[in-house]
């Protein structure tokens, strides 16, 4: 695994310009079966792939922690809201709540999250290959194709499966 969480940057720099060529298409001509396509792709790549051997999202990037987050997370921690701003997050550019520092200070040494069951959404929903109006997010699947082998995965089998 640590093989190919080594490669993947520069196998989805290699494919960036094809897939950013692929996903510009996309979105002029949206296949009307493209939701449907990639809840498949998706399923099937999930069903063989344990991000517990992986956890690259984990250790490389940090979620967005929305207003809800905060709220569930805090509360499952025992804390108030404030107290867990203050000890876990700060404020980035765009002015959204993000952890302090990655790895994630949640994810434990077995790459399991200590949090699991009250992940932030953005967790719970990464890398976002299900999301319906697929189209919408393409900027975002083309930078977790250097993060998510299961994203690179997908985008590729996409490609075969939707040629435009």
């Known amino acids: 695994m640590n093989t190919i969480i080594n490669n993947l940057p520069k196998e989805a720099k290699d ?28 399923d099937a790549e999930f069903k063989k792939t344990n991000c517990l051997k992986c956890a690259n999202c984990c250790k490389t990037t940090g979620p967005l922690f929305t207003d809800a987050d905060i ?11 404030q107290q867990f701003i203050e000890q876990y997050l700060q404020i ?7 952890l302090q520092s990655v790895p994630c ?12 069951d009250v992940r932030p959404k953005a967790c719970r929903e990464f890398p976002h290959t299900d ?24 985008v590729e089998e996409m490609k075969k499966k939707l040629p435009l």
């Open 131 to 154: 999301r319906k109006k697929f189209q919408q997010i393409t900027d975002l699947t083309l930078k977790n194709v250097a993060i998510c082998p299961a994203a690179f995965n997908i």
């Open 92 to 98: 980035d550019e765009d002015r959204d709540y993000v």
């Open 15 to 42: 494919k960036h310009i094809e897939n950013k060529k692929y996903f510009d298409k996309l979105k002029k001509k949206t296949p009307k079966n493209l939701d449907y396509v990639m809840q498949d792709l998706h």
């Open 105 to 116: 200070t949640f994810l434990d040494n077995e790459n399991a999250c200590m949090i699991y």
């Open 71 to 81: 709220e569930r997370v805090s509360k499952y921690l025992r804390q108030k809201p």
